[in-house]
């Protein structure tokens, strides 16, 4: 299992190094370049490896954005890329993680030593890897992180078009080409789902269905949306289900049924019957069908526990009244216009008194917002001409659909909230 917490001897060592550097820096100005590489040492080493991955996977789109390229991300990106396919961060855990030299990480592909040695010394300036002597390489926690498929899979997925069409040139085209789009409409906010920055750079498809055409990155989204939220808060952890869900349940039927729409591989039902067993109504999961048939065939809904649903959000709620309608990150990818749709199929289906519909988003703070929002609202503007919303847009949009937010939950920064919205009576 990943770390949750950083290794608290590395932080000393490199506090010590940064007070050190700074203190020589203070007698030489001319020193000033190691002191930045201690204390970039030090952010290293008080993150854990996930904090690592989110900071490549989604930061640094920002930076790719804003052109800020001087730390030289975008090469950097591709190398991490690059060793995927080179099975570096695999290799390295092999025999209990003993130091390997870039002949013996090559020997498992059959790839050049001089080409991996050139990606490994860059994975080791990333903190990706550690080197142990010249040319010595041996995983540090960020490498067995990424040693699992489930985690590398973020970085796979931030660079889709690379894998896809094979092309240097196309990578990142939805970011690369942001600023030229913006550029291109005199600088409006992106609105429209089927015709924004992603479709000018891609196909002119929408961003699902483009997903969707592509099983191999399909699949990648899915393992990182999924790998994702084990590290995150959960929205049970914050929300009090047992009073607002179990409290009242009708015992069958529809509106015994707590419906997860969109709710991808089926994770957050299996972690709401662990987290919450006092719940016995109906578990039912509605996807796409490309999507409910990849969860079948990994054994979801195996045991009858949660029924499987193929069912298109912008259609008719077939499951009528149930007690929750609940979707995780599903708003933050659609417009206004569009979720206005998704929310009115809902608010149709739901019984007034007894219904819910739970938003499990980022609720974005109207000053200093997180890094992860603000990461993830540049990410939705560029994919899929969407945002991340503060709580006055939240409001605001319930509000126009003729729904009420009567609660706001959340738990520490940079995650995502819990709104509770219901029919008014
Ligand atoms: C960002 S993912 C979130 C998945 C899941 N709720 C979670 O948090 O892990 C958005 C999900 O919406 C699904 N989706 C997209 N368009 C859809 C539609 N028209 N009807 C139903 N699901 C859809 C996608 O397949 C994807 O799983």
Redesign the pocket.
């Known amino acids: 299992m990943t770390p949750k917490t950083p290794d608290v001897e590395n932080v000393a060592q490199a506090l010590k190094q940064v007070a050190e550097d700074g203190r020589r820096f203070m007698d030489d100005s001319s020193t000033r370049e190691r002191l930045v590489a201690s204390a970039r040492a030090l952010v290293l080493a008080a993150q854990t490896p996930m904090d690592s991955l989110l900071w490549h996977v989604w930061a640094l789109t920002i930076d790719v954005l804003t052109q800020h390229c001087h730390h030289g991300q975008p090469t950097r990106t591709a190398a991490a890329r690059v060793a995927l396919d080179l099975k570096i961060f695999e290799t390295a855990v092999e025999n209990g993680g003993h130091p390997k030299s870039s002949e013996d990480l090559a020997a498992v592909t059959g790839a050049s030593p001089t080409l991996v040695k050139r990606i490994s010394r860059a994975l080791v300036s990333m903190g990706m890897l550690a080197e142990e002597g010249p040319g010595l390489y041996a995983p540090n926690s960020f490498t067995t992180l990424l040693a699992n498929k489930e985690y590398a899979a973020g970085i796979m997925f931030k660079l889709f078009e690379l894998k896809v069409r094979q092309s240097f040139d196309i990578n990142m085209e939805s970011f690369a080409k942001l600023p030229e789009y913006l550029r291109n409409t005199n600088f409006q906010n992106p609105e429209n789902a089927l015709d924004g920055p992603f479709q000018y750079a891609n196909d002119n498809k929408p961003a ?1 269905s483009w997903l ?1 055409e592509r099983p191999d990155l399909f699949e990648a ?2 393992l990182y ?2 790998t994702l ?1 084990q590290h995150r808060p959960s929205w049970t952890d914050m929300y009090p289900a047992m009073e607002r869900l179990v409290e009242g349940l009708e015992p069958d039927g529809d509106a015994s049924a707590f419906v ?6 089926g ?2 039902l299996q972690d709401f019957r662990a987290n919450v067993p006092q719940y016995t109504g109906r578990l039912i999961l ?3 069908p ?2 409910v048939a990849a969860a079948t065939e990994k054994g979801v809904g195996a045991d009858g526990r949660i029924e499987m649903q193929a ?4 259609n008719p709620q077939p499951v009528r009244g149930a007690r929750a309608y609940f ?4 708003l ?2 659609w417009p206004d216009a569009q979720c206005r749709k998704i929310l009115a199929q809902l608010k149709d289906a739901m019984e007034p008194g007894y219904s819910r519909i739970l938003i ?1 988003d980022c609720v974005i703070s109207d000053e200093k917002a997180a890094w992860q929002h603000v990461s993830m609202d540049i990410f939705m503007m560029a994919q899929v001409s969407s945002r991340e919303r503060t709580e006055h847009e939240w409001r605001a949009l319930v509000d126009s659909c003729g729904l009420k937010v009567t609660g706001i939950y959340s738990k520490g920064d940079g995650n995502e909230g819990l709104i509770e919205v219901i029919l008014p009576e």
Do not use: K, N, T
């Open positions: 699902f969707v989204f899915h949306i999924h939220r997860d729409v969109g709710g991808s591989m994770q957050i509605q996807e796409l490309e999507v069912h298109d959000f912008f979707m995780r990150s599903v933050h990818d499990s």
